[in-house]
């Protein structure tokens, strides 16, 4: 099975990190949500997630879970500002949430799914507020129910009912026939999910 960020990489120019001149520049782009800054900071920091999955004991393919869910995690940071450049590469703080993600996902022995809702475990205190509201199942079908299908339809299947993209697309649960083009059109969603939180959150002063 091609992996999403091979899939990602035919997608995207061959050096998605050559357009950024700069730390400041790759962080000003991540600040606006922009793909191929997400795909540079995220093709330097596969190696170390390869590297956490076969440290911590996790399965092979857990790689792909430890880096996108940080990423999520290091893209929610930016956009409540808990993370601020410092002049350092982006990429690096991406790799010591990494780490930590997958300590995490060891320590519990749950399903990589759950380590986005369970942050709060590593005592991060720039999201420790915002974990506590999202633990609420209700406020995360808000959400959902928000953003509508497909979204609601590609995360929820995922991330709350636990199955394989390899199931979801033998059963025909979605109109996605390939898991590249699910795992893609999921990580868009997820995009909008963060945006979506970033504005309730505004709205209740969090």
């Not at 995220?42 to 869910?69: C, W």
């Not at 956009?79 to 350092?88: A, E, K, L, P």
């Not at 199942?137 to 299947?157: H, K, N, W, Y």
Request: with cysteine.
């Amino acid at each position: 099975m091609v992996n999403t960020m091979r899939m990602m990489e035919w997608l995207a120019p061959s050096n998605p990190c050559r357009q950024f001149d700069g730390n400041e520049r790759l962080f000003q782009a991540l600040q606006t949500l922009n793909n191929t800054a997400i795909l540079c900071v995220q093709t330097r920091a596969m190696p170390s997630a390869r590297k956490f999955a076969q440290q911590y004991g996790l399965p092979p393919d857990s790689a792909d879970e430890v880096l996108n869910q940080s990423t999520l995690i290091f893209l929610r940071k930016i956009q409540d500002g808990s993370y601020q450049f410092q002049g350092h590469a982006p990429s690096t703080y991406l790799v010591e949430i990494m780490r930590r993600v997958a300590l995490m996902m060891t320590r519990t022995q749950r399903k990589p799914h759950e380590a986005l809702e369970n942050y709060q475990d590593l005592h991060d205190p720039d999201v420790e507020a915002v974990q506590r509201q999202r633990e609420s199942s209700d406020l995360v079908r808000q959400f959902l129910a928000q953003m509508g299908d497909p979204c609601e339809t590609v995360i929820r299947l995922h991330h709350i009912d636990g199955y394989s993209d390899e199931e979801v697309v033998r059963q025909g649960w979605t109109r996605y026939t390939t898991t590249d083009s699910l795992k893609i059109k999921r990580s868009d969603c997820m995009k909008k999910l963060i945006q979506i939180a970033r504005q309730w959150r505004s709205t209740n002063n969090i």
